[in-house]
């Protein structure tokens, strides 16, 4: 089954507190990429991959790290989180090859609180 | 800059009442406008890609158009379970960001 798995599902952290959000599919997508969703602000991409060691910044990537060191696998990293990080946070992928070309699949979603 | 914008942010019909959604959107070199269903607390499920004017796309009671400057998310005699928030998004040639609007909130009434 193609599918995007994301873990945890449910954080509550502290502020300061280095925490990984891993992401991983089963679909042999080259294009990856991470996405927070607040209320009023819709979902907003933070940091994207075209491929093995290939990323790229969104519209907010400001706290964030990402790497991609596995085509299947692209782990979000915040060193340092503060309480503007809590939301709701999903990974997604998209397909480059002809018969899947754009189609994007998303994670179940992580759902972050900074204390 | 690109730029997508949904209106209304929320709709409410009768069930069998037939509606349209609107995505305006602004984009240097369209690669892709993308339509998503959200149910509340998951991840959006991807319903079509369209890539030029005059392209039309459908599934089940769901039919996507598309011109030079906006989309629309034709819904033709809706149910219940079509109740959900349908996002659109846009990737242009300038980037490989994809931009989403807000979304659509709709409701369907029995």
């Known amino acids: 089954e193609a599918q995007v798995t994301q873990n945890p599902r449910y954080l509550i952290t502290v502020t300061g507190k280095k925490l990984t959000v891993t992401c991983s599919q089963n679909?042999?997508?080259?294009?990856m990429s991470w996405y927070r969703q607040d209320p009023g602000l819709g979902l907003r991409q933070i940091y994207y991959?075209?491929?093995?060691?290939?990323?790229d910044k969104g519209d907010v990537p400001e706290g964030y790290k990402v790497s991609r060191k596995e085509k299947r696998n692209f782990p979000l990293i915040l060193e340092s989180p503060s309480p503007n990080q809590t939301s709701l946070y999903f990974c997604?992928?998209?397909?480059?090859?002809?018969?899947?070309?754009?189609?994007?699949?998303f994670g179940p979603g992580t759902r972050l609180t900074v204390l | 800059e690109d730029q997508v914008t949904q209106s209304p942010e929320a709709l409410r019909l009768q069930e069998g009442e037939s509606s349209s959604l609107n995505c305006s959107y602004t984009v240097s070199g369209l690669r892709g406008l993308f339509w998503y269903r959200q149910d509340p607390g998951k991840g959006p499920e991807f319903l079509f890609t369209?890539?030029?004017a005059g392209e039309e796309k459908e599934k089940e009671r769901l039919k996507a158009t598309l011109t030079k400057k906006e989309s629309f998310l034709h819904i033709t005699a809706p149910k219940p379970e079509d109740s959900a928030t349908y996002l659109c998004?846009?990737?242009?040639?300038?980037?490989?960001?994809?931009?989403f609007g807000s979304g659509t909130r709709l409701s369907i009434r029995p």
């Open positions: 997604a992928s998209i397909g480059l090859a002809e018969s899947s070309y754009n189609e994007q699949f």
């Open positions: 991959s075209m491929n093995v060691e290939v990323t």
């Open positions: 998004a846009v990737r242009g040639s300038s980037a490989s960001k994809i931009i």
């Open positions: 369209l890539y030029s």
């Open positions: 679909m042999n997508h080259e294009y």
